[in-house]
């Protein structure tokens, strides 16, 4: 047994949940659900990041002056999403909260004790959108070409990072631990970066009000980024010796656009501070939505709330890995979505826990007796979980449904029930046995699922009172794979 830390980003609290945020946070569930299924103890972190400017900006357009009260209600609703979609989470960190500051001003100290932090003055442009400084040579037509907006530009007095002092140290410890930056695409991006020249870093902001005061200086408020990603000590109990239970992390997970914050910025903090970087962190792709942007302008994000309510949780769950590459963009289409339900979910899976349902009651009397104990070779499932190619682990177990239902096509019990009842009984236990394996299987991945695929088949007996797995969809051409004729 191992313990296993695996954590997500904290999002923004701006806006509701899309599924480019679900996206991670399934995948950080279905690790953590694996790993505690083969017996490891697992801290999975979520939580959200209050400390920015945008809260500030998004309380103020939704007329809530309370900038606390709009973060209760937005944490609320991102904790509703997470519990809707299944998501096992261990903590869930707020950035405003008490025990998170105490974590801030602890490692604020180790960084200060380490002579790495001084006063200067910054001036420069600042994104908003990004919560970060950005570069003139970055802007297009003099705008963020990620927000489309016009930075502010800003002259302060403000704390600084030296992140310069870093640069070596961290092209070291990248060469020495390839795994440290993964996939290899985003290592080369990250030492790219690196190579390019590490400049010090503004740490405080003395023009917002809003976020955790810089110890013995009331005028500055320390820098979203460098709060939010201490989240992740907090989360681990930082500064309580405990912490080493938990720390470092095995897997951080994160969206491809903010690696640098978590494979330059942050690695570099933890060496100030003295603690052990996270094993690896891993970039996913980002989502666009039937072919474009998904933007808040424009509208068209889709909530995925809205989306288990429609489909249920599992086939949000299902249809977000199994159809994409993690680490690679994709696109969400509806029309795929809808297709995949119904071929894979309701058509392959549902249909035959349904059908072998409905034979054991027909011609077995709803008793199955005593079940073998039976495993397949799945090869390939454990080492694509390995790497993170759930696309790949969910395509095998899919060869094991689609055999299932190929050997009861070609047993076909139905006859076998007027021909040879005995072999009707093999026939039929072998598919329960396989079926729990697979319930094994699909745990990770579609939690609640297995747990009735389980229960149809508890104790000997077949349960009825499950119902069906995927309802179909209506408006869907369905072709029906065959069903027990009497
Ligand atoms: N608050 C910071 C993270 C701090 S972590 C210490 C942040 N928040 S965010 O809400 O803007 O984004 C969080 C995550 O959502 C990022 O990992 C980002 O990649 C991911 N996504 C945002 N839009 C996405 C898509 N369209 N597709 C996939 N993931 C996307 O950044």
Redesign the pocket.
Known sequence: MSKFTVTT????INDQPHI??A??TIAADVLARYRRQSGDSVLFLAGI?ENAQKTVNAAEAAGQSDIQAYSDTMAENWQKTWTALGISYDRFVRTTSAEHKKAVYAFLEAVQAAGDIYKGTYEGLYCVGCEAFVKAEDLVDGVCPDHKTKPEQLKEENYFFKLSRYQQPLLDHIKAHPEFVQPSSRRHEVVAFIERGLDDISISRSAQKWGITWPGDPDQVIYVWFD??I?YLTGAGYPKGSFGDWWPADLQL?????IKFHGVIWPAMLMSAGLALPKTVFAHG??TIDGTK?SKSLGNAIDPLELTLEYGNDAVRYYLLREFGFGHDGDFSHERFKTVYTADLANELGNLVQRTAAMINKYLDGQIGNVPAHSHDVGEFKPAMAELRFDRALGEVWELVKGLNQYIDAEKPWELAKTDPPHLKEVLTHVVADLLQLVELLLPFLPETSQKIAATFADGVVNTQVGILFPKLEEFDVTPVEQPKS
């Open positions: 980003p904290i999002y923004y480019g945020h996206y991670c990041d939010a990603l989240n994160v969206g491809k656009d903010i980002f989502f998904i």
